[in-house]
């Protein structure tokens, strides 16, 4: 199974203020992705990465940055949080014919 | 982009029963999996099919990429079946995959 963790697992936080989500993996896998879920939307991709320092966009990016300095880990930034971000965050990490393996995700409320 | 339809959105079975759940989807893709998300919030992938029949313990998938439908056959449920079930696709195979994720089937399988 590849080890990939989330942190925090809940974080409560104020609108206006920057919020940093982690996501760590320990079995050098090359992709990885932050998706979010809600009612109704289902999971949509927010950001991904191929590589170190190497990321795009994905359906919902706006509001959204994130790094990529190290293989095993992938940040998500939120700048500025408002309360359309409230959410739970999930990363994912990609294996060839595997498919993906989610972390445990991070319910984020923006208060 | 492509579009993914799952079906039923919600099932309720009595324990022991049978289950089919449909995927549909709007292109051709290379990748197609299937996810179980349990009442605590977790992401397990279920099977890797973009084409061809797999089987798992109970749980078996059958994907028809010509005709463009998967299908996910649950038998003997269990209580512990119960969540929501996802489909997600995507054209591209090899580990960079950004899925698409249908809406999901929302099970529940009481005693």
């Known amino acids: 199974d590849a080890g990939i963790t989330q942190s925090p697992r809940h974080k409560v936080t104020e609108t206006g203020t920057p919020v940093t989500l982690r996501c760590h993996q320990t079995?050098?896998?090359?992709?990885m992705y932050w998706y979010r879920q809600d009612p109704g939307h289902g999971l949509r991709l927010i950001h991904y990465s191929y590589g170190v320092k190497d990321t795009d966009k994905g359906e919902v990016s706006d509001g959204y940055s994130v790094s990529r300095s190290k293989t095993e880990d992938f940040l998500l930034t939120l700048e500025s949080a408002t309360s359309s971000q409230t959410s739970v965050y999930f990363c994912?990490?990609?294996?060839?014919?595997?498919?993906?393996?989610f972390g445990s995700g991070t319910r984020l409320t923006v208060v | 982009g492509i579009q993914v339809e799952q079906s039923p959105p919600d099932l309720i079975l009595q324990e022991g029963a049978n289950s089919t759940l449909r995927c549909n989807f709007s292109d051709s893709v290379n990748n197609l999996q299937w996810f179980h998300q349990n009442p605590w919030g977790q992401l397990i992938n279920l099977f890797y099919?973009?084409?061809g029949t797999k089987q798992n313990g109970r749980l078996s998938a059958t994907t028809v990429a010509t005709e463009r439908y998967s299908l996910l056959y649950i038998s003997s449920s269990q209580t512990t079946d119960s969540g929501v079930y996802f489909c997600?696709?995507?054209?591209?195979?090899?580990?960079?995959?950004?899925?698409?994720f249908g809406k999901g089937t929302k099970l529940t399988v009481n005693p």
């Open positions: 994912a990490i990609s294996e060839t014919f595997y498919g993906y393996t």
């Open positions: 099919i973009p084409s």
């Open positions: 997600a696709v995507d054209k591209v195979q090899g580990g960079s995959e950004k899925l698409v």
């Open positions: 079995e050098n896998h090359r992709y």
